[in-house]
């Protein structure tokens, strides 16, 4: 690898790593597996996410019993996203989200336009 693209990808590694939005995440994921309640409330979910999906499995999506895990795990959900903590951090995420999305069509968008170009003709 040349020294100049390696100096390149250190100065956006290092770029990314002192991204506000980077450190904030990281922090807000540490806090998180650091906070018992909000654990509970993922346990919660995941347990009920299997027994839909294990209910699925033998039973039809419109049964009763389907219905019932199926409200309970909607439930489930709205209360783990409205969790002041998991709000917080999924806010985060999104903009880190669109943080590798801006990064990867700087790098990439060329070659992707280059392909699509090349195949519409």
């Given at each position: 690898m040349n020294i100049s693209l390696s100096k390149s990808l250190d100065g956006l590694k290092s770029a990314i790593e002192n991204d506000e939005r980077?450190?904030?995440l990281n922090e807000l994921e540490k806090k998180l597996y650091d906070d018992p309640s909000l654990l509970e409330l993922v346990k919660k979910k995941d347990d009920l996410e299997r027994e839909?999906?294990?209910?699925?499995?033998?039973?039809?999506k419109d049964s009763d019993?389907?219905?019932r895990v199926g409200k309970a795990l909607h439930d489930a959900k709205m209360e783990l996203d409205s969790y002041p903590l998991a709000?917080?951090?999924?806010?985060?995420?999104?903009a880190v989200r669109d943080l590798y999305m801006q990064i990867d069509?700087?790098?990439?968008?060329?070659?992707?336009k280059k392909t699509l170009n090349s195949k519409a003709k």
């Open positions: 980077i450190i904030r839909y999906n294990t209910v699925l499995s033998y039973k039809d019993e389907a219905k709000k917080e951090y999924s806010e985060a995420y999104i069509d700087i790098i990439f968008g060329p070659y992707r």
